[in-house]
């Protein structure tokens, strides 16, 4: 998902700039792989850590 390809064509109104730019985040940080978390979702890596500790 690339901001220019989402943004062309939509309406310039700011806040659905501002709602746009927050799916953006949102995707980029819960939906994608991060390599850094061994190519897993930021929520698969958090599953499997809590299954490796014991959480309080």
Request: glycine share 2%; with cysteine.
């Amino acid at each position: 998902m690339c901001f220019r390809d989402l943004y062309l064509g939509r309406p310039t109104d700011r806040n659905a700039l501002f709602l746009l730019i927050r799916q953006i985040i949102a995707d980029y940080n819960e939906a994608r792989p991060h390599s850094s978390l061994a190519n897993l979702m930021p929520s698969d890596f958090a599953a499997q850590l809590n299954k490796t500790r014991k959480v309080a």
